[in-house]
């Protein structure tokens, strides 16, 4: 790459959308350049505008209530030509769609026709675009879903969405994306959705593609670890403004701004234990009129404020041992029928749980990890007697939580809350979130009137962050971290000792994940409880447990003290896992680096 | 009833006997529903026997025979009327003709302008097109379909019917003067509008609503990235998955017209199905009643497993089996 070819320039792009408040700038004039052949990567959190800014490029921001407002979009073609993408009329807007610049989305699930098949739809694009017949196009599609590593092209091909999974699903998008060999790839975050398994295959998929196909990815994440495995050179945006450029390694060794080092110091370190995650906050101070003032602090001195010595955590953990456990697991299976011959008994079985022992002792953080499908939920909602047990006993302080009736179980909720995933659809649309978190209470029939439930809501909201008076409004008033804090403080409601949190953090950006983990181990410390930890990544797992379950395929895989599964991994399971975490260390990088610059010398 | 006023005692019984009155309503309800079912056993030595198989109104094979009885192979048999003395099955199947067609040509019309109307309101979301064919379509759903026939019948039918050229009233297939058959397909006309309007309404708010869920999904904006031409995004990735709750609602209403048209057709005097089950209803006529019912009862079934049959192509992620 030594004569950097220009691709797209970017110049004083804003994007605004009317809200009921008035306009909003999204993106607030920024200019960034492309160039041929590199992988730009675009980092900030949600509402930062990096995913604002990759629709106004594709001229697809839903209008109304979005208008891009100023601003140019300059596409140099391969013949020397250069094309404002922002003047040009729609109609020769969509040629260049998909054909010269494609986008591959977050979400794989909803990003694919459901009632097409994988085939016609990668078909389509190819028709749409290349003068080409149907069987020439199918032959094409078949070969992108080789290039793309899907088993069984032919198969795939006629498959529906439904049928495959979350991996497969981002392969055919990306399939679909570069079907018509584009100069530009925008992928939007197109592996936050997946496990960090897939999403380390995806990433390699990428990288090979972008060398091969000789295509500039411009990739959109929230996660800077992320980056560190795929792009050249970074874009740093906060809140519609970038804030920071520069190749990988630079922003990786030097970080100026404030907002990208709590970007690096925030994501769950492996090779520390950590008494919490360094935020935003003690990186800058954000004043109520959106102006910064850094605080100068290093990467280094906000992670080495917070760690913790190895003697500390050992001791810890000998004092946990010392109690009885709070919780016991003694060959719990959870099977689910699949076939039922003609008299309704079953004849096979999904075996989501199988044969699982592990006991907590109180105060502790049990950490469940493992892949999608490994039945780490499953064993969760067991545990809870949400889902219905095979097999086994569940025993909480010596009761049998799977052999209780209905009126003890009812008691038994008071104790034991779980946290669910997703903060959006957890949270009812039409109850305000004083009213969700007061339910619970007066179900159980907790504290004696409204007006002393009331109040006890609103300590409950200061207690996880939240502004007491945000009493009467509604769930979508809050962004997502927001939200599972109102989970959380919905958990706490009942004065639980012990609460699972199943993937609690994992629709969150790594920034605001920082904040909730933070949040929890604070109430951890606060009022003494004991969780199950579930998430599918394991540098998230092991920041916040003592102890550690690896499953795999509804077994346990591995058990034991958290830091020394991932010091001493065990199983070519546990290490693929361990592998799979995009960790942004700086070695890993060069090499990365140095790896693409023999393939293109 | 039928005998009139001056009937003797004899003549009554022999009556009795033959509408089988003189048994419990249990024993009659169970005659009924072996004249229905399509094996049955019955009697082939007592001509007396309310289930004597060669009185003429059963046609069957015999399948196995004993020494009185016999199980026998049948097309249903649905009894005669009271009031004509005609078997029921004939006179409904003489009557559901019309039906049908007015039924489908009400719910076709009505689904191609409520989809079509219903696009379009989507598209434009919020302006002053898509509030204007909200509210048409909220009056169209109030107005009760009899109200709305007496109006179109005295407009078009009397007023206008010099330049319309349509009757007030008037069945499908019309007697002319000369007394021959004949299809007088302007008499479907005005019965089909009153009986659209509703289904128009509702299938209208259906699809706009449908279509601005589907317009909002992340499907629509691949296609979109893909290049393709906004129509296309609509016609062929938007419209066939914001279809799913429209057929539910287009076939529901279908089963619906083809129950009960009863207003509409009494009003038109157009002279189907409802017609004649309200006219049967008046004379007491309950065999009639009970015919219609089950025709009406069974052609709903139908039409619903017809529905499910069709999700499968529309959506393949419904799977018939399971």
């Given at each position: 790459m030594s004569e950097k070819k220009i691709l797209l320039e970017v110049k004083n792009l804003v994007t605004e959308f009317n809200t009921d408040e008035g306009s909003v700038k999204a993106v607030k004039g920024i200019s960034f350049t492309l160039y041929r052949g590199e992988t730009v990567g675009i980092v900030g959190e949600s509402g930062s505008g990096k995913s604002v800014t990759s629709l106004s490029i594709m001229r697809l921001i839903p209008s109304p209530p979005g208008k891009i407002s100023s601003g140019e979009v300059i596409y140099h073609t391969k013949d020397g030509r250069q094309i404002d993408l922002l003047q040009i009329p729609e109609e020769e807007m969509r040629k260049f769609r998909g054909n010269d610049i494609s986008m591959i989305f977050q979400e794989p699930m909803t990003s694919l026709n459901p009632v097409f098949t994988c085939g016609d739809q990668v078909m389509e694009a190819i028709l749409l675009h290349q003068k080409v017949d149907k069987e020439k196009a199918k032959a094409i599609t078949l070969e992108m879903f080789e290039k793309v590593q899907l088993p069984d092209p032919p198969r795939i091909f006629d498959a529906y969405p439904h049928q495959l999974s979350g991996g497969q699903k981002q392969r055919v998008m990306i399939a679909m994306a570069m079907s018509c060999n584009p100069d530009i790839l925008i992928a939007d975050e197109p592996t936050t959705a997946l496990d960090v398994t897939v999403q380390k295959t995806i990433l390699e998929l990428m990288n090979d593609l972008s060398m091969q196909l000789e295509s500039s990815i411009v990739f959109i994440t929230h996660d800077l670890g992320v980056i560190g495995e795929i792009a050249d050179r970074v874009i740093v945006m906060y809140q519609g403004n970038i804030v920071e450029t520069g190749d990988v390694l630079d922003i990786f060794k030097n970080p100026k701004h404030p907002y990208t080092r709590s970007l690096l110091a925030c994501r769950p370190p492996l090779g520390k234990r950590l008494s919490k995650l360094p935020t935003v906050k003690d990186f800058m101070r954000v004043e109520a009129d959106g102006s910064i003032t850094e605080l100068n602090t290093s990467v280094e001195e906000a992670i080495n404020k917070v760690v913790v010595s190895e003697a500390t955590t050992k001791e810890r953990m000998e004092k946990l041992k010392e109690k009885t456990p709070i919780l016991e697991v003694k060959g719990l299976k959870t099977w689910f029928p699949t076939n039922k011959n003609f008299f309704g008994k079953t004849t096979s079985w999904v075996k989501a749980v199988d044969d699982v022992s592990f006991q907590v002792y109180p105060g502790e953080t049990m950490g469940l990890v493992g892949e999608s499908g490994c039945g780490k939920t499953t064993l969760g909602r067991t545990i809870l007697n949400l889902a219905p047990a095979h097999d086994g006993e569940v025993l909480f302080e010596g009761r049998d939580i799977l052999s209780m009736n209905s009126a003890d179980l009812k008691d038994l909720r008071k104790d034991m809350q779980i946290i669910f995933q997703d903060p959006y659809s957890s949270l009812n649309p039409r109850m305000t979130i004083g009213g969700a978190i007061q339910e619970p209470m007066s179900v159980h029939g907790l504290l004696s009137n409204e007006k002393e439930r009331k109040d006890k809501v609103e300590s409950l909201l200061s207690t996880v962050g939240l502004d007491p008076n945000h009493y009467h409004r509604y769930p979508h008033e809050f962004s997502g971290g927001q939200r599972q804090r109102i989970c959380i403080a919905r958990a706490l409601a009942l004065n639980p000792r012990f609460i699972i949190c199943d993937e609690s953090v994992s629709a969150l950006d790594v920034s605001v994940q920082a904040q909730v983990l933070n949040l929890l181990l604070n109430l951890r410390e606060e009022f003494g409880f004991t969780y199950i930890f579930i998430s599918h990544d394991l540098s998230v797992v092991k920041f916040m447990s003592d102890q550690m379950i690896v499953m795999n395929k509804g077994k346990i895989e591995e058990m034991g003290i958290a830091d020394e599964i991932y010091n001493n991994p065990q199983k070519e399971y546990t290490q693929r896992l361990i592998g799979a975490i995009p960790k942004g260390e700086l070695g890993d990088i060069e090499r990365r680096i140095a790896a693409s610059k023999r393939v293109n010398a | 009833m039928s005998l009139g006023q001056n009937a003797d005692e004899e003549t009554v019984m022999a009556m009795k006997k033959k509408l089988?009155?003189?048994?419990?309503?249990?024993?009659?309800?169970?005659?009924?529903?072996?004249?229905?079912?399509?094996?049955?056993?019955?009697?082939?030595?007592?001509?007396?026997?309310?289930?004597?198989?060669?009185?003429?109104?059963?046609?069957?094979?015999?399948?196995?025979?004993?020494?009185?009885?016999?199980?026998?192979?049948?097309?249903?048999?649905?009894?005669?009327?009271?009031?004509?003395?005609?078997?029921?099955?004939e006179i409904l199947r003489r009557k559901l003709v019309p039906t049908l067609i007015l039924a489908c040509s009400a719910i076709g019309i009505a689904s191609i302008i409520g989809v079509l109307l219903g696009i379009l309101s989507a598209l434009n979301y919020g302006t002053f097109m898509d509030r204007g064919l909200i509210?048409?379509?909220?009056?169209?759903?109030?107005?009760?379909?009899?109200?709305?026939?007496?109006?179109?019948?005295?407009?078009?039918?009397?007023?206008?019917?010099?330049?319309?050229?349509?009757?007030?009233?008037?069945?499908?297939?019309?007697?002319?003067?000369?007394?021959?058959?004949?299809?007088?397909?302007?008499?479907?006309?005005?019965?089909?509008?009153?009986?659209?309007?509703?289904?128009?309404?509702?299938?209208?708010?259906?699809?706009?609503?449908?279509?601005?869920?589907?317009?909002?999904?992340?499907?629509?904006?691949?296609?979109?990235?893909?290049?393709?031409?906004?129509?296309?995004?609509?016609?062929?990735h938007a419209l066939r998955n914001a279809l799913n709750p429209v057929v539910t609602s287009i076939t529901g209403w279908f089963a619906a017209l083809l129950a009960g048209a009863f207003f509409v057709e009494y009003i038109f005097d157009f002279k189907g199905l409802g017609h004649e089950t309200v006219h049967a209803l008046t004379m007491f006529d309950f065999p009639l009643v009970m015919g219609s019912v089950l025709i009406i009862a069974f052609s709903f079934v139908f039409v619903n497993i017809l529905v499910d049959i069709l999700y499968t192509y529309l959506d393949p992620r419904i799977n018939i089996n399971g």
């Amino acid at each position: 790459m030594s004569e950097k070819k220009i691709l797209l320039e970017v110049k004083n792009l804003v994007t605004e959308f009317n809200t009921d408040e008035g306009s909003v700038k999204a993106v607030k004039g920024i200019s960034f350049t492309l160039y041929r052949g590199e992988t730009v990567g675009i980092v900030g959190e949600s509402g930062s505008g990096k995913s604002v800014t990759s629709l106004s490029i594709m001229r697809l921001i839903p209008s109304p209530p979005g208008k891009i407002s100023s601003g140019e979009v300059i596409y140099h073609t391969k013949d020397g030509r250069q094309i404002d993408l922002l003047q040009i009329p729609e109609e020769e807007m969509r040629k260049f769609r998909g054909n010269d610049i494609s986008m591959i989305f977050q979400e794989p699930m909803t990003s694919l026709n459901p009632v097409f098949t994988c085939g016609d739809q990668v078909m389509e694009a190819i028709l749409l675009h290349q003068k080409v017949d149907k069987e020439k196009a199918k032959a094409i599609t078949l070969e992108m879903f080789e290039k793309v590593q899907l088993p069984d092209p032919p198969r795939i091909f006629d498959a529906y969405p439904h049928q495959l999974s979350g991996g497969q699903k981002q392969r055919v998008m990306i399939a679909m994306a570069m079907s018509c060999n584009p100069d530009i790839l925008i992928a939007d975050e197109p592996t936050t959705a997946l496990d960090v398994t897939v999403q380390k295959t995806i990433l390699e998929l990428m990288n090979d593609l972008s060398m091969q196909l000789e295509s500039s990815i411009v990739f959109i994440t929230h996660d800077l670890g992320v980056i560190g495995e795929i792009a050249d050179r970074v874009i740093v945006m906060y809140q519609g403004n970038i804030v920071e450029t520069g190749d990988v390694l630079d922003i990786f060794k030097n970080p100026k701004h404030p907002y990208t080092r709590s970007l690096l110091a925030c994501r769950p370190p492996l090779g520390k234990r950590l008494s919490k995650l360094p935020t935003v906050k003690d990186f800058m101070r954000v004043e109520a009129d959106g102006s910064i003032t850094e605080l100068n602090t290093s990467v280094e001195e906000a992670i080495n404020k917070v760690v913790v010595s190895e003697a500390t955590t050992k001791e810890r953990m000998e004092k946990l041992k010392e109690k009885t456990p709070i919780l016991e697991v003694k060959g719990l299976k959870t099977w689910f029928p699949t076939n039922k011959n003609f008299f309704g008994k079953t004849t096979s079985w999904v075996k989501a749980v199988d044969d699982v022992s592990f006991q907590v002792y109180p105060g502790e953080t049990m950490g469940l990890v493992g892949e999608s499908g490994c039945g780490k939920t499953t064993l969760g909602r067991t545990i809870l007697n949400l889902a219905p047990a095979h097999d086994g006993e569940v025993l909480f302080e010596g009761r049998d939580i799977l052999s209780m009736n209905s009126a003890d179980l009812k008691d038994l909720r008071k104790d034991m809350q779980i946290i669910f995933q997703d903060p959006y659809s957890s949270l009812n649309p039409r109850m305000t979130i004083g009213g969700a978190i007061q339910e619970p209470m007066s179900v159980h029939g907790l504290l004696s009137n409204e007006k002393e439930r009331k109040d006890k809501v609103e300590s409950l909201l200061s207690t996880v962050g939240l502004d007491p008076n945000h009493y009467h409004r509604y769930p979508h008033e809050f962004s997502g971290g927001q939200r599972q804090r109102i989970c959380i403080a919905r958990a706490l409601a009942l004065n639980p000792r012990f609460i699972i949190c199943d993937e609690s953090v994992s629709a969150l950006d790594v920034s605001v994940q920082a904040q909730v983990l933070n949040l929890l181990l604070n109430l951890r410390e606060e009022f003494g409880f004991t969780y199950i930890f579930i998430s599918h990544d394991l540098s998230v797992v092991k920041f916040m447990s003592d102890q550690m379950i690896v499953m795999n395929k509804g077994k346990i895989e591995e058990m034991g003290i958290a830091d020394e599964i991932y010091n001493n991994p065990q199983k070519e399971y546990t290490q693929r896992l361990i592998g799979a975490i995009p960790k942004g260390e700086l070695g890993d990088i060069e090499r990365r680096i140095a790896a693409s610059k023999r393939v293109n010398a | 009833m039928s005998l009139g006023q001056n009937a003797d005692e004899e003549t009554v019984m022999a009556m009795k006997k033959k509408l089988r009155l003189n048994y419990s309503p249990a024993q009659r309800l169970w005659f009924y529903l072996s004249d229905l079912s399509p094996v049955s056993i019955q009697s082939h030595s007592n001509p007396d026997a309310p289930l004597y198989l060669k009185n003429g109104d059963y046609q069957y094979v015999e399948w196995l025979k004993f020494k009185h009885k016999s199980i026998v192979l049948k097309k249903p048999y649905m009894g005669r009327s009271f009031q004509s003395d005609k078997p029921v099955l004939e006179i409904l199947r003489r009557k559901l003709v019309p039906t049908l067609i007015l039924a489908c040509s009400a719910i076709g019309i009505a689904s191609i302008i409520g989809v079509l109307l219903g696009i379009l309101s989507a598209l434009n979301y919020g302006t002053f097109m898509d509030r204007g064919l909200i509210s048409l379509s909220v009056l169209g759903i109030s107005i009760p379909s009899y109200f709305s026939a007496l109006v179109l019948a005295i407009v078009f039918g009397y007023y206008l019917s010099d330049w319309t050229k349509l009757n007030i009233t008037g069945p499908l297939l019309d007697v002319s003067d000369v007394g021959e058959y004949f299809i007088n397909w302007k008499n479907l006309i005005l019965p089909t509008i009153a009986l659209g309007i509703r289904p128009v309404a509702i299938i209208l708010q259906l699809t706009r609503n449908s279509m601005l869920d589907v317009l909002r999904a992340d499907y629509v904006r691949t296609a979109k990235a893909k290049g393709l031409s906004e129509q296309k995004v609509i016609i062929k990735h938007a419209l066939r998955n914001a279809l799913n709750p429209v057929v539910t609602s287009i076939t529901g209403w279908f089963a619906a017209l083809l129950a009960g048209a009863f207003f509409v057709e009494y009003i038109f005097d157009f002279k189907g199905l409802g017609h004649e089950t309200v006219h049967a209803l008046t004379m007491f006529d309950f065999p009639l009643v009970m015919g219609s019912v089950l025709i009406i009862a069974f052609s709903f079934v139908f039409v619903n497993i017809l529905v499910d049959i069709l999700y499968t192509y529309l959506d393949p992620r419904i799977n018939i089996n399971g």
